[in-house]
């Protein structure tokens, strides 16, 4: 297993919808909106336009209205798609926003769209340490054994892919709490 972005930090769980995931989450947006590689991909540019600090600051305000106490889920692990290589960032994204750590498999597959965001995260580890720390990267195959040691800790999995894929993923042990998202 291959991790993509060190962490200097161990992760923590963080508050919902804390002000430094905000302040991440628009550092990330303003780098992908201002890059000009980026104004090239589609899938980076819309990335960058959906976090802008107006829609953040409007989907925040919306979830603190609300009459409920939010809390992290915990450790939530995203097995992402191979055929687009942006769209996992959007739960990654909201997941972090909502406090909890995250650890992202990449597919060997990604592209270049994929590699450039990297760059971007990359280039916000050490301004943001906690929230490098929440939102991992990784390259392995389905099958690594420290992947494997990695889900039995997992409180949550977003899973993507085809049918016989979400079957043969939900075939991976954790724990009985872990939550499914597909």
């Not at 800790?153 to 075939?171: E, F, H, K």
Request: proline content about 7%; some cysteine; hydrophobic content about 45%.
């Amino acid at each position: 297993m291959q991790l993509l972005n060190p962490a200097t930090t161990a992760p923590t769980l963080q508050a919902a919808f804390s002000q430094g995931a905000q302040d991440y989450i628009q550092a990330l947006s303003a780098r992908l909106l201002a890059d000009p590689l980026c104004r090239t991909m589609p899938d980076l540019l819309a990335l960058g336009f959906w976090f802008r600090r107006q829609k953040l600051t409007a989907l925040v305000q919306k979830y603190q209205a609300m009459p409920y106490q939010f809390k992290p889920l915990g450790r939530v692990y995203h097995n992402t798609p191979a055929n687009v290589d942006s769209l996992f960032m959007y739960p990654a994204l909201l997941s972090l926003l909502c406090g909890n750590s995250n650890l992202l498999r990449l597919s060997s597959r990604a592209g270049q769209s994929a590699q450039v965001l990297l760059t971007h995260i990359n280039a916000l580890a050490e301004q943001y340490p906690e929230q490098n720390a929440a939102l991992q990267f990784v390259l392995a195959p389905h099958n690594d054994t420290d992947l494997a040691r990695q889900l039995t800790q997992m409180d949550g999995r977003v899973l993507w892919g085809s049918d016989a894929a979400i079957i043969t993923q939900r075939q991976q042990p954790v724990p009985a709490h872990c939550r499914d998202l597909i």
